[in-house]
């Protein structure tokens, strides 16, 4: 094999984003370096999300691109992992001829010995096995080496909760959780290299060590991070209401270095479709929750994703789903329109709304939901806040950026030098998705 250079594209969730940075050392491990442009590769891969049809299409999409690619080079390798080479596995093989590798969200370690197989042999291979328990938790995507001074820290992998509509429980496997010596080593390591921010991620966190009886529980897992020298702020998602323990929620008011920002997926404010959709907990429960974690941490910021349109949502399930994001007034919301899964428990549902009253749902909510958003982030202009600098900001010449504790985006002039520290920022302007501002001699919040 004569071109050894890789390009990568990444879709998708987190889980993804931290498949991916594995990709890249694993890789780089039998001499394949990164390029930025297709055209230079010798090998393509593509890491896929299969949440919704739009993500799928993407994909496809993508994958199609790259065909005259393969036309004029035949020596060129495509291959296609993540959660929709997951789900489809052999079949892509079928239906894409220039395709040579399909490999699931279970075989990643085993990419170097499947590239070179299909360039020693010119074969094509899938590879979508599940593991069994324990040597998944031998292959934790573990990553050293500091490029970076905010890292995702895998803390558990999989999904039981099997809520409905939700692909995720059948292309990542059942839910294990990583040991807690494993993971608080890793984060020992990351912050000797310089690393500050560390975000604990999984499908479902608030149930790591659920399990495991030997095994700490999520908020005595952050007790123990929040222990750790060097590491000056912790975040963790995704969270799910049903296992959002008090212990937890206590966390916020009690330990310094949890940024005051949770991501909180409530999905729908009507009782009726959440049961449908099997979600464990009531519209009550959750304003229960939402009031406690305020009651502990005044400052909280809470962000969460709504999902538009399932199967039976009447005009008025979705009123409620309007008065709960008016009541919680969530800081940014992340939705979408129903989107059937194959395989799914809400697929094979009864759907009779039709497509152009889930859109104007859709657009009505986020109608609302922006005028929230921007009165929330516009409440942070003339306030000095902290923000861990994380390098060059894309604004361009002499701009730097970080993010303050709610996860927004500031951008302002000063010199690169303060990578990696936090400082003081006077907010002086509010961006749909980023903040202005500008060093400040105070001390921020
Ligand atoms: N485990 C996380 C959770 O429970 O929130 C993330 C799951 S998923 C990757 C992210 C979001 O996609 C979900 O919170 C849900 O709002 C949305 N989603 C999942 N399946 C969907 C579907 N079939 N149609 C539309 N949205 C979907
Ligand atoms: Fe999907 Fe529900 Fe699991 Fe989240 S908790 S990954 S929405 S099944």
């Known amino acids: 094999m004569n071109n050894k250079a890789f390009y990568l594209e990444t879709f998708g969730c987190q889980m993804n984003v931290v498949d991916s940075e594995r990709i890249v050392d694993l890789l780089d491990s039998i001499g394949y370096r990164r390029v930025e442009q297709p055209d230079q590769a010798g090998l393509i891969l593509l890491n896929t999300c299969a949440v919704r049809d739009k993500a799928v299409r993407k994909a496809y ?237 005044p400052e909280i910021r809470l962000t969460t994703d709504i999902i538009v349109g399932f199967p039976g949502e009447s005009d008025a399930d979705f009123a409620e789903t309007m008065t709960l994001l008016e009541k919680v007034r969530f800081a940014e919301l992340y939705s979408f329109i129903f989107s059937p899964r194959k395989g799914t428990a809400a697929a094979g549902l009864e759907d009779e709304t039709p497509a152009e009253v889930k859109q104007a749902r859709f657009d009505r909510m986020l109608a609302m939901q922006q005028d929230i958003s921007r009165e929330i982030w516009q409440a942070d202009v003339g306030a000095v806040l902290k923000v861990l600098v994380e390098g060059a900001s894309r604004m361009g010449e002499g701009q730097i950026f970080g993010r303050t504790t709610w996860n927004r985006i500031v951008n302002f002039t000063g010199p690169s030098e303060l990578s990696g520290r936090i400082v003081p920022v006077r907010i002086t302007k509010s961006y749909r998705n980023s903040l202005l501002g500008e060093l400040s001699e105070n001390v921020g919040r």
């Open 61 to 297: 999409g993508h994958l199609g691109r790259f065909k005259p690619l393969k036309d004029r080079n035949p020596e060129l390798i495509l291959g296609m992992g993540g959660c929709i080479a997951q789900q489809e596995g052999k079949q892509l093989l079928e239906e894409f001829p220039y395709l040579d590798l399909v490999f699931g969200t279970h075989n990643v370690h085993r990419l170097p010995e499947l590239v070179q197989n299909i360039a020693d042999n010119r074969v094509r291979c899938e590879e979508t096995a599940f593991l069994d328990r324990d040597t998944r938790l031998q292959l934790f995507p573990t990553r050293t080496g500091q490029d970076a001074y905010t890292r995702f820290v895998t803390v558990m992998q999989g999904c039981d909760n099997f809520c409905s509509y939700c692909v995720v429980p059948y292309v990542r496997g059942r839910e294990i959780s990583r040991p807690s010596g494993e993971i608080l080593e890793e984060i020992r390591e990351l912050a000797s290299q310089g690393v500050r921010e560390v975000t604990l991620i999984g499908q479902n966190v608030n149930s790591y060590g659920l399990n495991d009886k030997a095994e700490l529980s999520f908020a005595g897992l952050l007790q123990q991070v929040n222990a750790v020298d060097g590491i000056d702020r912790i975040r963790f998602t995704t969270s799910h209401p049903k296992d959002l323990s008090d212990e937890l929620v206590d966390c916020f008011g009690t330990l310094e270095k949890l940024c005051k920002h949770l991501h909180l997926p409530v999905q729908c404010g009507s009782d009726r479709i959440l049961r449908a959709m099997n979600r464990g907990y009531t519209r009550e429960r959750y304003l229960e929750i939402v009031d406690r974690l305020r009651r502990v941490c």
